[in-house]
């Protein structure tokens, strides 16, 4: 596809050329040209632009990445291990070496280095299936790296999700959820800390007053994916698993989401260009879906995780911001939050991997859950 595209833009630039020799060499007036002769510069600029994001998107996907230590971040020799510079949200400043694969560089420990100082750690991590505790969620380890988010195309006034902006960052290793936290798993949570979750619940355009995470209005099993909680609540599970285990727990950033759901891949879906409804549990024409399901139903991602798309929508930690041409970090409007991955009863476009949507700190929702990340301690 970038060669194909590389050709067009060879194209272009040629028929550019052309079109510059003849306002040169035509009859109209000094100010028509002089007008050309931008438009025409302006092209050739463009076409430059587009060629560098190409290359760099090539790079990436091939695992070319190089060290380059910035804003004083130490280099980093061994691969996925962490450099300095973390903005708070698994960011970091400094860039990381990486060779080509995308999961694997941390070795489910938490000390994010690619290989463990501690085999029996290690061994003993793997035997669990990635758990840290008996009701711990399993985790995926994934390396450092430079990772390319968001998209560059916004259709100005179309109805429809808003989009993140096309970004690249350098993150520091780390670990995430393979599935969505699930009924069981929250409600251990709950009995063990004697929490309060949300009581209260929306439907669409209905409030349900009294709906819980245990009966959230829809049709659910333990193993589905909990609902109709809160941003609040989410936090303080994330909260409850690090004061369990000793290791740092957390909602994951936008783009700590977004790069474990695109697992290196450029297209708007992990299924390609479109999904359909046998892919993902997400409402359909003349098929609209009437709750979650069970976690992991459907096939997983390149980095082993599952229901990146549809069943339900989930939280994660940044501050909304309205502008889609805004990176959204720990400044906004942060009473509101931000949700990725779109929900059972949303259609295909909200589970595009750049969309995002808003919604309040304290907001509960039938469709929408969480999965969480693991910081290095």
């Known amino acids: 596809m970038m060669n194909w595209l590389l050709v067009a833009l060879l194209v272009v630039a040629l028929v550019g050329i052309g079109a510059l020799a003849m306002v040169i060499d035509s009859g109209v007036s000094d100010k028509y040209k002089q007008s050309?002769?931008?438009?025409?510069?302006?092209?050739?600029?463009?076409?430059?632009?587009?060629?560098?994001?190409?290359?760099?998107?090539?790079?990436?996907i091939h695992g070319q990445w190089e060290t380059?230590?910035?804003?004083?971040?130490?280099?980093?020799?061994?691969?996925?291990?962490?450099?300095?510079?973390?903005?708070?949200?698994?960011?970091?400043?400094?860039?990381?070496?990486?060779?080509?694969?995308?999961?694997?560089?941390?070795?489910?420990?938490?000390?994010?280095?690619?290989?463990?100082?501690d085999p029996q750690k290690k061994t003993e991590f793997a035997s669990s299936?990635?758990?840290?505790?008996d009701v711990c969620p399993p985790m995926v380890a994934l390396n450092g790296g430079k990772t390319v988010v968001g998209?560059?195309?916004?259709?100005?006034?179309?109805?429809?999700?808003?989009?993140?902006p096309l970004q690249e960052k350098s993150l520091n290793a780390f670990a995430i959820s393979r599935y969505e936290i699930t009924?069981?798993?929250?409600?251990?949570?709950?009995?063990?800390?004697?929490?309060?979750?949300?009581?209260?619940?929306?439907?669409?355009?209905?409030?349900?007053?009294?709906?819980?995470?245990?009966?959230?209005?829809?049709?659910?099993?333990e193993d589905h994916p909990v609902v109709c909680i809160s941003?609040?609540?989410?936090?303080?599970?994330?909260?409850?698993?690090?004061?369990?285990?000793?290791?740092?727990?957390?909602?994951?950033?936008?783009i700590e989401w977004e790069h474990a759901a695109r697992a290196g891949s450029f297209e708007l879906y992990q299924t390609g260009k479109q999904i359909h409804g046998a892919q993902a549990q997400f409402r359909t024409a003349g098929d609209p879906r009437k709750s979650t399901l069970a976690v992991g139903g459907f096939s997983a991602n390149n980095f082993g995780l599952h229901d990146v798309h549809g069943n339900a929508a989930e939280f994660v930690k940044n501050c909304w911001n309205e502008s889609e041409n805004s990176v959204a970090a720990s400044v906004g409007e942060c009473s509101l939050r931000m949700i990725k991955g779109g929900a059972w009863y949303q259609t295909g476009p909200h589970l595009q991997f750049p969309a995002r949507a808003p919604i309040g700190i304290l907001d509960a929702d039938q469709g929408v859950g969480f999965r969480v990340v693991r910081y290095r301690e």
């Open 151 to 164: 998209t560059l195309f916004h259709a100005a006034g179309a109805a429809g999700p808003k989009l993140g």
């Open 36 to 60: 050309m002769v931008y438009a025409l510069f302006g092209l050739f600029g463009l076409i430059g632009v587009v060629f560098l994001l190409v290359e760099d998107k090539s790079a990436f």
């Open 68 to 117: 380059t230590g910035k804003k004083g971040g130490k280099k980093s020799k061994q691969h996925g291990e962490v450099t300095d510079g973390d903005d708070g949200l698994g960011v970091a400043e400094a860039e990381v070496t990486r060779k080509a694969g995308g999961s694997g560089g941390d070795d489910g420990s938490g000390n994010g280095k690619g290989n463990s100082s």
């Open 231 to 254: 941003w609040h609540d989410a936090s303080a599970y994330s909260n409850w698993l690090t004061e369990k285990t000793g290791r740092r727990y957390a909602l994951p950033s936008e």
């Open 129 to 133: 299936g990635g758990r840290d505790c």
């Open 183 to 221: 009924v069981a798993q929250f409600d251990a949570f709950v009995k063990a800390k004697g929490y309060k979750p949300a009581n209260v619940c929306r439907a669409g355009q209905q409030i349900l007053q009294g709906a819980t995470y245990k009966e959230p209005g829809i049709e659910q099993a």
